[in-house]
C-alpha cells in the first residue's frame, strides 16, 4: 500500500460526510437567520466546496505532496466540527 493512500482515502469519506451533512445543516440554518428562502446560491457554494476539495486531494495524492493531503484533512475536519457545534447550537435553541 502506498504511504498516502489511507490518508487519500479517508479524506474522500470525510469530504462526503461534510457534504452530507452541510447539505443538511445549512438550509436549516439559513431559515432559522430568516435568509428569505435563498438556499440556492447556497448549494452551489457548497458544491463547489466539494469540488475544491476533491481537487486539492487529488493533487495531494497524485503530485506526491503529503502537506497538501494534510492540510485538506484539517480543513474538512474544522469544517464538519463547525457545523456539528452550530447544529448542536440551533438544537439547543429550539427547546
Not at 495531494?60 to 505532496?65: A, E, H, N, T, V
Not at 494534510?70 to 435553541?93: D, G, P, S, Y
Request: charged letters at 15%; hydrophobic letters at 55%; aromatic letters at 12%.
Amino acid at each position: 500500500m502506498e504511504p498516502y493512500l489511507f490518508l487519500f482515502l479517508v479524506n474522500f469519506l470525510l469530504i462526503f460526510a461534510d457534504a452530507m451533512l452541510g447539505h443538511r445543516t445549512v438550509p436549516r440554518l439559513l431559515l432559522r437567520i430568516g435568509s428569505g428562502g435563498q438556499a440556492s446560491p447556497v448549494s452551489w457554494i457548497l458544491a463547489g466546496m466539494v469540488a475544491l476539495y476533491m481537487f486539492f486531494n487529488c493533487l495531494g495524492y497524485f503530485r506526491d505532496k503529503p502537506v497538501l493531503l494534510i492540510l485538506v484533512t484539517v480543513l474538512v475536519v474544522a469544517e464538519i466540527a463547525a457545523q456539528l457545534f452550530l447544529k448542536r447550537r440551533m438544537e439547543r435553541q429550539k427547546r
